[in-house]
C-alpha cells in the first residue's frame, strides 16, 4: 500500500517542480496516479479527457522544442522527467456512440477544459502526495499543431497541456499567491481594491528581488502576458478539430 500524505498538507505545500533526479516513477506509483486523475468530477459523466504519456525520446525533444519558444536550452524537463503526460479535450469517444453528435459548441469547448483540469489536477495532487513534483506545460499550445501532428491527434481531440512528474532534485520557494480578499466574495462579485492589489504586487516584486535578482513583479507579467497576440492561430486550429464553430 502506498504511503501518502494528507490532502490538505500536499495542496499547501504545492510548488512547479523543473528539477528531477533520475529514480523512475514505480509501476504501482503510476497507475494510482492516473486512477485518481479519472476520479476527479466530470461534467454529465462524460469524461471528455485523454491522457497520453510520452516515453518516446524524440517526441519528447520535440514537444520541447515547442514548448521553449524558440529558447535552445529551453524546458529540459520535457526531455528529463521520469514521466512526460499530454492531458487532451477528447470528444472522439463520444462521435463512436453519437456520429452525429453536436460536438462543435463552444460549451462543448469549455466543459473538455474543465474536465481536463479537474484530472490533470488530481493527477499532481496525487503525485506530490506520494512525495513526487511536477510542473504544468502549457507550452505544448506554442504550436498547437506541430504538437498534435507528434502525437497522431485526430479530430476532435486537443492537446490542451502537458505535465513533467518526476522525484524532486530541488526544492523552490512557493511564489506568493493573491491574499484571500482578493479572490474570495461572498453573494456577489467583490472586485478587489487598489490598496490590496498594490501590496500584492510589491510582495511578487520583493520575491522576484530577493531570491532571483530579478527586476520583477506582477504588474508587468500581467503587462507582458497581454501586450500582443497570444496564439493567434488557435480559433482555426480550434476549428478545423471540430470544436468552437458555433
Known amino acids: 500500500m502506498l504511503n501518502s500524505q494528507a490532502a490538505l498538507a500536499t495542496a499547501l505545500n504545492h510548488r512547479s517542480i523543473r528539477k528531477f533526479s533520475e529514480e523512475p516513477i514505480s509501476a504501482e506509483m503510476f497507475d494510482a496516479i492516473i486512477q485518481a486523475g479519472q476520479m476527479a468530477s466530470t461534467s454529465s459523466f462524460l469524461q471528455s479527457v485523454s491522457v497520453i504519456r510520452v516515453t518516446d525520446r524524440e517526441k519528447r525533444k520535440q514537444i520541447r522544442e515547442v514548448a521553449a519558444g524558440g529558447v535552445p536550452k529551453g524546458h529540459h524537463y520535457v526531455e528529463n522527467c521520469a514521466e512526460f503526460l499530454v492531458f487532451c479535450i477528447d470528444a472522439h469517444r463520444h462521435h463512436h456512440f453519437a456520429p452525429h453528435a453536436q460536438t462543435d459548441w463552444i460549451e462543448v469547448l469549455m466543459v473538455g477544459a474543465v474536465d481536463v483540469g479537474l484530472f490533470a489536477q488530481n493527477v499532481l495532487l496525487t503525485a506530490e502526495s506520494l512525495g ?24 476532435h481531440v486537443i492537446p490542451l497541456v502537458g505535465m513533467c512528474l518526476g522525484h524532486p532534485a530541488h526544492e523552490p520557494d512557493q511564489r506568493p499567491r493573491l491574499p484571500v480578499q482578493a479572490v474570495l466574495s461572498e453573494n456577489e462579485y467583490r472586485a478587489a481594491d487598489a490598496e490590496t492589489l498594490q501590496s500584492y504586487n510589491q510582495t511578487v516584486g520583493e520575491y522576484y528581488q530577493n531570491l532571483r535578482g530579478l527586476d520583477l513583479d506582477w504588474n508587468k507579467q500581467i503587462n507582458d502576458t497581454f501586450k500582443g497576440e497570444i496564439r493567434p492561430d488557435m480559433l482555426a486550429y480550434l476549428n478545423k478539430q471540430g470544436f468552437a464553430k458555433r
Request: aromatic share 4%; glycine share 16%; proline share 4%.
Open 132 to 155: 513526487l513534483g511536477g510542473v504544468y506545460i502549457g507550452g505544448v499550445r506554442n504550436d498547437i499543431q506541430r504538437v498534435s501532428d507528434i502525437l497522431n491527434i485526430p479530430e
